[in-house]
């Protein structure tokens, strides 16, 4: 999970899904990555953090700078937000070849193809989140499989000399 840490991003789902999880194996770790916003209203705050941090399978990690060496250290990015714009923690992700859990909703479906890179979740499910944690975590081959298909994904949707190449179309078009 990397993002700023906010019940809008479906941050307390993720820990009731894990909690879940956590009966049925032991053979995973939840990373959280992001900076708290005592700001926003939706803020998870530094004593509830604290009290996850004490589950053994549970790392806060804060701000990280270097996400690339994040994304070396996992095997499946989830964020199952209850609303988006462009996720560029799932496209960063997905670039890097990792499979993707999260919601359907405008603009974290944009970035997968439902059981092909990834698994999407109804937001504010944590029974759902929990189904798709667990078969991730249950099934190497398929983790694999979705995080080739997500990186070609991006290459083929998101790069940016296609982007750019799209865009002075649509300039010349005008």
Known sequence: FASRILKDKGIIELIQASMKLRKVTKNFELFIAGKIDTQNPSSISYEKIR???????????GHVDDMNELYKKIHVAVLPSYREGLPKGL??????????ITTDVSGCRDVIVNGKNGIIVQPKS???????????????KIRLSMGKEGRKFIKKNFLIENTTKDLIQLYKNC
């Open 51 to 61: 009290s996850w941090e004490s589950k053994d399978y549970l790392k806060y990690m």
């Open 91 to 100: 496209l960063e992700a997905a670039s890097c070849g990792k499979p993707i």
């Open 126 to 140: 944590s029974d759902e989140l929990f189904h798709a944690m667990k078969k991730m975590v249950l099934n190497k």
